[in-house]
């Protein structure tokens, strides 16, 4: 009950297109994580972000969860982990990779490494 009048002067927001989140909803809305830009990559082998590594460097596999689009919910929510420590969100987006993960071939790999998106 208290957490419920804490919300009514604080309500939870939705990073990605800011609007209050119901009870049920973790971080991020119903309909920003279902319009998240999914890639898909982790169904296929032969994916677009696999092949950028072909001959560099020696990799089972790789994947991008998400489709980044400028000004899109994506940004928004990215910009609330960087810029204003929202590590639960991070978290969550994770959680919801690892998911997808568990039911594609990469359920079998031994290790899962990320790989920074910018060379410095």
Known sequence: MIKSIIELFYPRICPGCNTVLVTAEKNICTSCNFHLPRTGHWE?????????FWGRVQIENAAAYLFFQKKGRLQKIIHEIKY????????ELGRMFGNELRKSHFSQADIIVPVPLHHS
């Open 44 to 52: 296929e082998k032969d994916n677009t972000i696999a092949k950028i």
């Open 84 to 91: 204003k420590n929202q590590k639960e969100l991070g978290i």
